[in-house]
């Protein structure tokens, strides 16, 4: 059947014209006084995962108040979670499951709906193999319901191919991590932060997109401690940088290897650091000798001098710590940037000791716990391989089948479109996942999507995505059902159920293992309540990296959250990762790992002479389809503009608020101005929450770093011109 997304327009007759919803005025107030129960849980955006306390009336979410004794927080919260509570009686919420006709979508009820998605499933599967299907799971979901997608695509349907929208998002951080430590989290808790003398942040508008983060990086500053920011946009935190790196988008790489150039030629490493607790020095010590900070400055557009300084701040500090995030990551050589970040903790040996280390900052809210337990494409529960035959036996054994019958890996994200695109993937069920506004090169993502000849998806609200479902199956927010996320420091936390879902939604999980059922697979999916799929999940996970073994809902209430790995019950946690620099691999050793600079994936040129890089603003939230509906949110940035320094608007006589056309390699689409000092002159800016004609993804590429597949969000080619009108 013809996908057409209009036809989705329909549905709103369910559910009324309410995009920008806000309650009426005095809600909140009004629901001080009427909640009959507060909730203590955690926020559902992002990867801080801030403690909260719901208020509660009746089954519905009604507003919050602040959780003070939870540690991370403290009670603080950014705008997106003072406005998360709106979403719970939002009118667009999903309230049946849907069914596409040639009317659009109509509701069905859960016996047509889940019956028939099991038909054209194994329907598919008999006509063109098992691999036809594939699976989309996401990291905003608990990590039962992340780890149950593992189960459900490797044994429910016995596909290949399972991956998951941290695929997008932390991959590149964390293979690096892989690479030199051997497992895959932040190393620190985030109460080292504030005992640093310096930190350096690269790549991470933190002000906007950890905002908490924030807070322990002002009280380092208290304390006299330097901020470093290499960014080529001068975001809010950088604004208030002791040193601040203007660096061209993509040339990071350049950058700290110069770094690593500089400290090294000042003899500023930590030679009993390197020799008790590393290897592969040598081999990165010549890697790094082009870097001389002339070329650096040359190629990364960072004064030489800035470039010293800042060598020499990170090498000669008692304690530094390095921080970063997408800036550095969405780039086709995310992981070698990273690697380039940890080199140099490695060479000064700030590393294993109070207020040193490095740290990713986890973007989803299970950014962190959605990929440790099996909805990657190579893995298995506790971070295992799914190459590794003691890890298939093991897993094998928790699930009941036999290690010939668990699938070898399969494809990640964006290879699962371009192999439905290709036409070898033919079905595909996803839960959690926006990818048309999401994945780069957008037009191509909806030519897939239209190929697809069946395709489910799990969500509560009709995201942009599932317009092209021919079911869509109306799924549960966050605190409609009880499990674990992991936030940004490695803390595992207990995200409470406040409410039940409303009308006929059902919870994820059950919906998961309802469709089990229908494709005579219930045996395996046994599970009555995210507790019992927690039992099994801290099994799966015993005796690997991510070991949950020693973790229970009890002990995460008593202790506010457990620090992985936990082997056992009687053990605390583990909040320092990397003790003593002592790292996972079996000789306790760290790896250097020499990481080259190459040119980007969409190169800037004579045509496109200008670096587009894409990114988030702080009241919007990833493709935008929960804070897109919350007025307060969006009254704040309305619409996306593209971000323009004053003296490129001047050479193309454009002033803001302008029509700006942008027009890259793929595409071209117009927007609004916004004419800032704060953004180097080659580059332009554009927020990517939005979708359709105001999709900052129309124009990005799709090249993916070799090892980790993230995209190359960070790094396009574009040029502009001055527009009469929107849309020309
Ligand atoms: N408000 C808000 N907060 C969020 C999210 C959200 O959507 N909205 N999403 C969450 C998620 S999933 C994530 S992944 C995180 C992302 O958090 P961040 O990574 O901090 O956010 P981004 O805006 O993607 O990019 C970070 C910075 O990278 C810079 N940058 C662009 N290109 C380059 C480059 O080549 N080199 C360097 N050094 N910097 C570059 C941008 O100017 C930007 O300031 O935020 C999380 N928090
Ligand atoms: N150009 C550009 N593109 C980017 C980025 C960028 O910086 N620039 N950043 C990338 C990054 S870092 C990320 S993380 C991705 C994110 O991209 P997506 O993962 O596609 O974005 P989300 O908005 O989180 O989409 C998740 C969908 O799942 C739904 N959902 C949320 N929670 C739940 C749940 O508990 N259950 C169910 N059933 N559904 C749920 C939401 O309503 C939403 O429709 O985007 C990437 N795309
Ligand atoms: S910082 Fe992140 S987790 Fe905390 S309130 Fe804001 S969006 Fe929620
Ligand atoms: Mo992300």
């Known amino acids: 059947m013809a996908k057409i997304p209009e036809a989705a327009e329909k549905i709103r007759e369910h559910y009324g014209p309410h995009p920008n919803y806000t309650p009426p005025g005095g809600w909140q107030n009004e629901a001080r006084t009427r909640a009959d129960k507060l909730v203590k849980t955690h926020c559902c955006f992002c990867g801080q995962q801030c403690g909260i306390q719901l208020k509660v009336r009746e089954n519905h979410v009604i507003g919050f108040e602040p959780w003070e004794e939870f540690p991370f927080n403290r009670g603080k919260l ?26 659009g979508f109509v509701k069905a009820s859960w016996e047509d709906a889940l019956s028939f998605t099991a038909r054209r499933l194994k329907e598919i599967q008999e006509r063109y193999g098992k691999d036809a299907v594939a699976v989309y799971g996401g990291a905003s979901l608990t990590t039962e319901k992340a780890y149950l997608m593992g189960k459900f695509a490797r044994v429910a349907l016995g596909t290949r191919h399972i ?41 991470a508008n933190v002000g906007e997109c950890a905002p908490i983060t924030t807070d322990y990086i002002w009280r380092c500053r208290d304390r006299g401690g330097k901020l470093i920011v290499a960014d ?36 500023l490493q930590n030679d009993a650091f390197i020799e008790q607790h590393t290897t592969g020095f040598e081999a990165v010590r010549d890697s790094v000798a082009g870097y001389d900070p002339r070329s650096v400055a040359e190629k990364t557009g960072v004064p030489p001098e800035a470039i010293e300084k800042a060598a020499r701040w990170f090498a000669q500090a008692d304690r530094a710590i390095a921080l970063h995030a997408r800036g550095i990551e969405h780039q086709s050589k995310g992981v070698e940037n990273v690697s380039a970040v940890i080199n140099l903790a490695l060479a000064t040996g700030h590393l294993g000791r109070e207020g040193c280390g490095t740290a990713m900052i ?6 962190q716990g959605g990929r440790e337990h099996g909805q990657k494409c190579d ?93 869509v199956l109306a799924g549960s927010l966050q605190e409609e059902e009880e499990g674990v996320t992991c936030n940004t420091e490695g803390r595992v936390i207990h995200i409470q159920q406040a409410t039940e879902a409303p009308g006929n939604a059902r919870r994820d999980s059950d919906i998961v293992c309802d469709l089990a059922r ?36 009890e002990k995460l209430d008593q202790q506010m959250g457990v620090f992985w790995p936990c082997p056992s019950l009687d053990h605390p946690g583990t909040p320092d990762l990397l003790k003593d620099g002592v790292s996972f691999y079996p000789d306790g050793k760290c790896r250097f790992q020499v990481a080259a600079w190459r040119e980007s994936g969409d190169p800037v040129s004579e045509e496109f002479p200008l670096y587009l890089t ?53 595409a071209e689409m117009t927007l609004r101005a916004s004419v800032v000092k704060t953004i180097r002159p080659d580059t332009v800016f554009i927020p990517y929450h939005w979708p359709d004609k105001q999709s900052a993804n129309l124009l990005t590429h799709r090249t993916l770093d070799p090892r980790s597949k993230i995209p190359e969000f960070k790094v396009s080619a574009c040029r502009i011109r001055k527009s009469a009108e929107a849309g020309k």
Not at 622 to 642: A, F, H, K, N
């Open 78 to 103: 950014c705008p997106k979670g003072v406005k998360r509570y709106l979403q719970s009686d939002h009118p667009d919420r999903l309230l049946d499951p849907l069914m596409r006709t040639e009317e």
């Open 163 to 203: 991956d998951y929208n941290g695929r997008l998002c932390m991959v590149s951080a964390g293979t690096a991590y892989k690479l030199a430590f051997d497992v895959d989290r932040s190393p620190i808790p985030w109460s080292e932060i504030p005992k640093a003398d310096v930190l350096l942040v690269v790549g």
């Open 232 to 267: 080529p946009r001068m975001t809010p935190i950088a604004r208030n940088a002791d040193l601040f790196l203007p660096v061209r988008p993509g040339t990071d790489l350049a950058l700290l290897n110069g770094l690593l150039h500089v400290l090294l030629r000042d003899g």
């Open 362 to 367: 986890t973007g989803q809210g299970n950014g």
């Open 379 to 471: 893995q298995l529960p506790g971070q295992r391989s799914l190459l590794d035959p003691a890890a298939r036996e093991h897993v094998a054994r928790v699930w009941g089948i036999t290690p010939e019958e668990l699938p070898q890996p399969g494809y990640s994200a964006q290879e699962i479109m371009n192999a439905i695109h290709e036409g070898e993937i033919k079905a595909l069920f996803s839960i959690c996942f926006n990818p048309a506004v999401s994945l780069p090169n957008a037009e191509f993502t909806r030519e897939a999507l239209e190929k697809l000849e069946f395709f489910a998806v799990t969500d509560f609200f009709l995201s942009e995505t599932a317009r092209y479902a021919d079911v």
């Open 518 to 553: 229908r494709l005579g697979k219930g045996r395996f999916f046994p599970y009555t309540n995210p507790r019992e799929i927690f039992e099994e999940l801290r099994v799966a996970s015993r005796g690997g990296h991510a070991d949950y073994y020693g973790i229970t809902y």
């Open 614 to 666: 894409t990114g988030r603003v702080v009241s919007q939230y990833l493709s935008g389809t929960q804070t897109r509906r919350i007025g307060g949110l969006v009254d704040i940035y309305p619409e996306p503009r593209v971000e323009i320094h004053p003296r490129l608007a001047e050479q193309h006589g454009i002033v803001d608020k302008d029509w700006v056309t942008i027009v890259s390699r793929r």
